[in-house]
Nanobody
């Protein structure tokens, strides 16, 4: 599976942004998908994840209520809608997939995209 994350950019605090993760290859609907982010000099942290059908989602406390993850299996794409962005949301955002159940543990994800940079100015 190859993943391509897109949609990052420079926004102001309070703005919204929609990230996309497009997958190539077969059986995308069999993969759980997670979004992670990595700020400069920090570890890569969990943001949100969605199960294979899209019926179950989970979020990090830091984005709960501000983020929505969704997927369109017909388009092999997962989305991350981020609202009320804060400067602390500034990071490179990565999508990743794993064959199996949703998890917040980045070490359990098998394939990763290249990342898309989100910069939130105050």
């Amino acid at each position: 599976v190859q993943l391509q994350a897109s949609g990052g950019g420079l926004v102001q605090a309070g703005d919204s942004l929609s990230l996309s993760c497009a997958a190539s290859g077969r059986s995308f609907s069999s993969y759980a998908v997670g979004w992670f982010r990595q700020a400069p000099g920090k570890e890569r942290n969990f943001v949100a994840a969605i199960n294979t059908s899209g019926g179950s989602t989970t979020y990090a406390d830091s984005v709960k209520g501000r983020a929505t993850i969704s997927r369109d299996n017909a388009k092999n794409t997962v989305y991350l809608q981020m609202n009320s962005l804060k400067p602390e949301d500034t990071a490179v955002y990565y999508c990743a997939v794993r064959f199996g159940l949703v998890t917040t543990n980045r070490l359990r994800y098998e394939y990763w995209g290249q990342g898309t940079l989100v910069t939130v100015s105050s």
